[in-house]
């Protein structure tokens, strides 16, 4: 069933619904219940009800938004877009079962209404209808296969992200939307769409490497992989405000826990605070009133083994010497749920880079093993393959999560003799973190007095 827009019921006349007006005890009450978004929906809701309290045409079509298709919303946006061409007062508007004139000085308004009906429905869509083909990628029984079911996805969902993005009437509320299961599909299209623009970089490191220290404002010295992780996300709408939660291994994990380290001006980087509909919240309270909360998942977790949520464009903290600590930042590029195996996309990476020679051929003595790692990351990226020699470009690895490194301190030991890398954790941003909102950083154990300017 189409998830319905947000307004009132359909079985109260206009004028009510326009003068109705909730006294402060229950506004109160919503808030406690459902919170400040609640509350400012319902306001929103009766101030522009109100706007139109005597204008039938008006009401007659914010009526009519939340039973139209996708098609049926798209045909009313174009209306409104279209001034009178005889340069008359009304434009005319297909409902879905008559035709309606509303005046040209209500048009725009009316424009936001609809744009911001078809960009909930469009959200829909895209949750609906990738649903199979994420399935189909997921219980692909070969690397192979499961690219050419990614591309497949990655073709449905394009589309359709450019048109949520051209339908976005207030960019604090960009990927908004009632049903928290569709936001997070949403989600999901937007780092599938991250993890693509990052293949691109594989045959152009030097200028992914460029981007990535640029967009970071730091030096092009600096170790940079949190910077290209960083890089693809602001590609993908990620707040600028937020980027520097990307910059260190330190910074990754606070960012996706919630953790805040007052008084340390290096690890002050994770914002706190954000400024949404009118007022401060505490940042993990608004993700969590918005049913989008960041995501953790620790090497403790990765180690118990079991079925593992898991997908394209999450944040994965490695540990290479075995210490306990992390110290390299890639991203997901997609995994395997049947053998546990996970492929990684990084920056100042040594793993396995784009052979650009006219014919591509095996390293000269490959062993069995190296052969296929490497031919299942060639089935993964759909690229030629090389090893990446001494690192430092972009490069794609694999990581088998049945056989990480325990915890224990001796086994650490081992690990490092036999130089076994581990994953640290593996984190998921929140949808609210690609909207543009204002946010504050975690020097503050209060929210700001002031709205910001």
């Known amino acids: ?9 359909r079985d109260t006349a206009p004028a009510e619904r326009a003068s109705e007006a909730l006294p402060l005890p229950a506004l109160l009450a919503l ?31 914010l009526a009519a938004l939340p039973d139209a ?4 919303l798209r045909a009313i946006v174009r209306a409104l877009d279209s001034p009178p061409t005889d340069g008359g007062m009304q434009v005319g508007v297909p409902l879905p079962d008559r035709s309606l004139m509303v005046s040209v000085v209500d048009a725009s308004e009316l424009r936001t209404a609809a744009g911001d009906a078809l960009r909930r429905a469009l959200m829909h869509d895209l949750a609906v209808g990738r649903r ?3 399935e189909a990628m997921r219980g692909a029984p070969d ?8 591309v497949a996805l990655r073709a449905f969902d394009a589309p359709l992200l450019a048109e949520i993005r051209r339908h976005v009437t207030n960019p604090a509320q960009r990927f908004q ?3 928290a299961t569709v936001q997070d599909a949403v989600l999901a299209a937007v780092q599938l769409e991250v993890v693509a623009n ?3 970089d594989l045959a152009d490191p030097a200028e992914a490497h460029k981007r990535a220290y640029k967009a970071a404002g730091m030096a092009a010295s600096f170790d940079w992989c949190g910077f290209f992780a960083m890089e693809n996300y602001l590609q993908s709408d990620l707040d600028a405000d937020l980027k520097r939660g990307f910059f260190h291994v330190t910074n990754v994990e606070h960012y996706f826990t919630y953790r805040y380290a007052f008084g340390e001006r290096k690890h002050t980087r994770v914002m706190k605070w954000i400024y949404a509909e009118d007022a401060w919240h505490d940042l993990r309270d608004y993700h969590t009133a918005r049913g989008s909360l960041r995501n953790w998942t620790d090497a403790a977790t990765i180690d118990a083994g079991g079925a593992l949520d898991i997908r394209a464009g999450d944040i994965v903290l490695i540990d290479h010497s075995g210490s306990g600590a992390a110290d390299h930042i890639v991203m997901v590029h997609s995994y395997d749920p049947a053998t546990n195996l996970l492929f990684t996309i990084g920056g100042n990476d040594g793993g396995y880079e784009v052979d650009t020679a006219a014919t591509h051929t095996a390293p000269r003595g490959e062993s069995e093993a190296a052969r296929s790692k490497r031919e299942r990351l060639e089935a993964t990226t759909g690229q030629p393959l090389r090893p990446g020699g001494r690192g430092g470009h972009v490069g794609v690895g694999s990581f088998d999560l049945d056989d990480q490194p325990s915890n224990d301190e001796a086994q650490r030991a081992r690990a490092r003799d036999r130089r076994r890398v581990r994953i640290y954790g593996i984190g998921r941003p929140s949808i609210v973190d690609f909207e543009e909102h204002r946010y504050d950083s975690t020097d503050r154990r209060r929210p700001p007095a002031a709205a910001p300017h």
Request: no cysteine; proline share 3%; net charge positive.
């Open 1 to 9: 069933m189409k998830a319905r827009v947000d307004v009132e019921d």
């Open 69 to 72: 298709t996708t098609a049926q």
């Open 143 to 150: 690397d192979a296969t499961r690219r050419v079911h990614t």
């Open 198 to 200: 990052a293949e691109g």
């Open 132 to 134: 199979p083909l994420f």
């Open 31 to 61: 808030q406690r219940t459902a919170g400040n978004q609640a509350v400012a929906r319902r306001l929103g809701r009766a101030r522009t009800l109100a706007r139109y309290v005597d204008n039938a045409s008006a009401q007659e079509l």
């Open 177 to 179: 939307h009632p049903d």
